[in-house]
Every structure is written in C-alpha cells, then in structure tokens.
C-alpha cells in the first residue's frame, strides 16, 4: 500500500503506527506524529492501523541550548 511521509509517497505493509516508526528506526518516545491532519497520542500508536492513502507528518524533537 501506499501513504505520505513527510510529503514523500512510500510503500509500506499495513502496519501500525508504532511498528512502521519501529521499521524505519525512529524512536517513538522522540517524536510527534501527525496522522491525516491531527495529532496523534502516542497511547494510540500501537493499535492505530496504517491505510492506503493515510499522509503521516513525523516531527523529532531536538534539544539545544
């Protein structure tokens, strides 16, 4: 299937939001996510089903000082 991720189109199995971020190496306690235009609890990421279309911003946050 296909969906948006950060404005690129990639191809994907149906997966959950936390096994897809798993997938592509990104720590999910360090980011945000955005799923279809609203903002995404991270308690919801191991149950919510990635589907054909869906367009994900993911946002990592950075720290400085």
Known sequence: MQITVNGETVTTEPVTVLAYLESIGID???VAVE???DILPKAEYPATLLAEGDQIEIVQFVGGG
């Open 28 to 30: 999910p306690r360090r």
């Open 35 to 37: 799923l279809n235009r």
